[in-house]
């Protein structure tokens, strides 16, 4: 059984900035209270798999799952994720610019259930939509800070650097970070 | 130049604010008895710098952390520093310059 479903919203930032959120794997663990520690299994300047450990809603309980990103054309992204009892998740992320500032997101969900949740269909559209609610207001500052930054003339890795052309920002993947970064499988 | 600002700003012994002089956002906090100011951008991604309860100005970002004294990061292999002003009393108010 497929359940489609939509979620749009429109940011005050870069098309630029909201895709440096998206594929800014690090802040994971420790912005989004239902996710635990995450680990990158492979990754290219397309795809990226990340092993993680997210909360059961309005449970304790944090349970395994596979978290994966791949770049589409214009820069939108899949996620699929395959979480417990035989449920997938398939998200299409699509970025809209409408200005240098301004950008709309629409989320087309894929929700591919086995028949036996039929009866908890319902619920289960209603907790993504909380998931994707909760998860977006934990980015909000995130990216209007980045946003704020970069027209300051911050330079990643760097820091407040007036001459800096940062504000002209583009992601080019896969993000760059540290060798021990926490990402990374130790 | 300079930037001067009031003591009184400090709530809880720390202020944040954007300096369109230094075309920066500074964070200025007082600590055993001195004024410290520093850019108010993590390094790594422009996250906000705050002291915590470790006496270290912690970015909840990516969990960067920096020492107040030497201003070095303390949990990666990140070789630069933050970005220091210099901070003057006078009287009521900080003269605050690079």
């Known amino acids: 059984m497929i359940i489609n479903f939509k979620i749009s919203r429109t940011i005050n930032v870069s098309k630029n900035v909201a895709l440096w959120n998206t594929w800014d ?7 989004h209270q239902q996710f635990g520690k995450s680990t990158i299994l492979y990754e290219d300047s397309n795809v990226v798999f990340i092993k993680t450990r997210v909360q059961i809603p309005y449970t304790p309980f944090f349970m395994n799952t596979i978290h994966t990103l791949t770049r589409l054309k214009n820069d939108n992204v899949l996620v699929i994720d395959s979480v417990p009892f035989g449920i997938i998740t398939k998200l299409k992320m699509e970025y809209i610019e409408l200005g240098k500032s301004k950008t709309l997101l629409n989320n ?9 949740f ?7 559209i209603k907790l993504i939509k909380k998931w994707n609610n909760v998860n977006w207001l934990e980015d ?3 990216k209007t800070r980045r946003q704020q930054a970069l027209d300051m003339g911050f330079r990643d890795f760097y820091g407040n650097d007036p001459s800096s052309k ?3 920002y583009k992601v ?7 060798k021990d970064s926490i990402l990374n499988e130790k | 130049m300079k930037e001067i600002v009031k003591k009184s700003c400090l709530k809880n012994h720390e202020y944040r604010f954007i300096s369109k002089i230094f075309s920066d956002e500074i964070y200025l906090v007082f600590l055993d008895d001195n004024y410290i100011a520093i850019s108010g951008f993590c ?9 915590n309860n470790n006496n270290e100005f912690h970015c909840y970002w990516h969990d960067w952390k920096f020492d107040v004294n030497n201003l ?4 990666y292999s990140y070789k630069n520093k933050l970005k220091k002003y210099n901070v003057i009393e006078k009287g009521d108010l900080l003269e605050i310059s690079l």
């Open chain 1, 25 to 31: 794997h690090e802040h994971l663990t420790f912005v």
């Open chain 1, 108 to 116: 087309y969900y894929e929700l591919h259930l086995p028949f036996i």
């Open chain 1, 118 to 124: 039929y009866p908890f269909k319902s619920i289960l």
């Open chain 1, 140 to 142: 909000l500052p995130l």
């Open chain 1, 166 to 168: 940062d504000h002209l």
């Open chain 1, 172 to 178: 080019k993947l896969p993000l760059p970070r540290l």
């Open chain 2, 43 to 51: 390094p790594h991604y422009g996250g906000p710098l705050k002291i």
């Open chain 2, 72 to 75: 070095s990061c303390k949990n």
